[in-house]
């Protein structure tokens, strides 16, 4: 599959993949509200828990602004039924095993093509790209990132 950078002004390719009870989720049924789909490298790291966790905190903010939040990474829906329950997340995880979505996406790796890359993207209710972010390191980030995007 070839990989195509997302840039802003693209509109959200359509894909269906399993969350963490292994139902399917048609990322079409969201058109009409904000998406925030967020890429991370592993359930239960450090920066990933982190990560997960500022998007926990600030979940009812976004859901006000009109948002719908997804984590999104390479473990398997067991793997992400654990990390949801333990963080209490009330937000989705999608499971894209074969880093199909990321490489759709044009999600980089990090660290020499080793490790998953961290990064944000924001659509519109109209499934256009609005913002994408981008930082390994400064996982907490991410969510300032998206409630200033979709604050505005």
Same mark, same amino acid.
């Given at each position: ?19 963490? /009870?292994?139902?399917p ?14 890429f991370?490298?592993?359930d ?9 966790c ?23 829906p ?10 209490? !997340?009330?937000?989705?995880?999608? %499971?894209?095993?074969? /880093?199909?979505?990321?490489?759709l ?5 990090? !660290? ?22 981008? %930082? ?14 979709i604050?505005?």
């Amino acid at each position: 599959m070839a990989v195509k950078k997302l840039i802003v002004g693209d509109h959200l390719p359509h894909f269906i993949m399993n969350d963490e /009870n292994h139902i399917p989720v048609d990322i079409s049924t969201f058109h009409g509200k904000y998406l925030i789909l967020f890429f991370y490298p592993k359930d239960e790291t450090p920066g990933c828990i982190k990560e997960a966790c500022s998007f926990r905190d600030s979940y009812k903010d976004l859901e006000d602004a009109g948002a719908v939040v997804f984590g999104i990474s390479g473990d398997n829906p067991d793997s992400h039924e654990r990390f949801k329950t333990k963080h209490k !997340l009330p937000f989705h995880l999608l %499971s894209d095993t074969g /880093n199909e979505l990321r490489h759709l996406l044009g999600v980089p790796f990090d !660290l020499f093509g080793l490790l998953p890359g961290r990064v944000t993207y924001i659509f519109d209710p109209a499934g256009c790209l609005v913002h994408v972010f981008k %930082s390994q390191l400064s996982p907490e980030k991410h969510v300032k990132e998206a409630l200033k995007i979709i604050g505005s």
